[in-house]
């Protein structure tokens, strides 16, 4: 069973910078698509990056030039590099295959909590 394992969350303040790391048991990343999602209190979860197998990353607009997605398949790991992080980028942050998969998505893991001080 393919269990995902986020790491890298903790508080940081306005402007601050942190990366969180997505690894995984039971399966290897190769070249499925990956991507990075978030969910603040009180709100849907909410699609923030993806990356192809070969490496080619999106990010939606509230994120973009500010947060990178990156992965090294020799380590079966996804990275989401914050930068400025504001205190509206407050969420628990998950990683998973992204909604347009053709494989599904996998089981969510616990996510990585990232709280933005002003």
């Known amino acids: 069973q393919v269990q995902l394992v986020e790491s890298g969350g903790g508080l940081v303040q306005a402007g601050g910078s942190l990366r969180l790391s997505c690894s995984a048991s039971?399966?290897?990343?190769?070249?499925?698509?990956m991507a990075w999602y978030r969910q603040a209190p009180g709100k849907q979860r909410e699609l923030v990056a993806t990356?192809?197998?070969?490496?080619?990353?999106n990010h939606v607009d509230s994120v973009k030039g500010r947060f990178t997605i990156s992965r090294d398949n020799a380590k079966n790991t996804v990275y989401l590099q914050m930068n400025s992080l504001k205190p509206e980028d407050t969420a628990v942050y998950y990683c998973?295959?992204?909604?347009?998969?053709?494989?599904?998505?996998?089981?969510w893991g616990k996510g990585t909590l990232v709280t933005v001080s002003s």
């Open positions: 990356i192809t197998g070969g490496g080619t990353a």
């Open positions: 039971g399966t290897i990343f190769g070249n499925n698509h």
């Open positions: 998973n295959r992204p909604p347009s998969s053709i494989y599904g998505i996998y089981n």
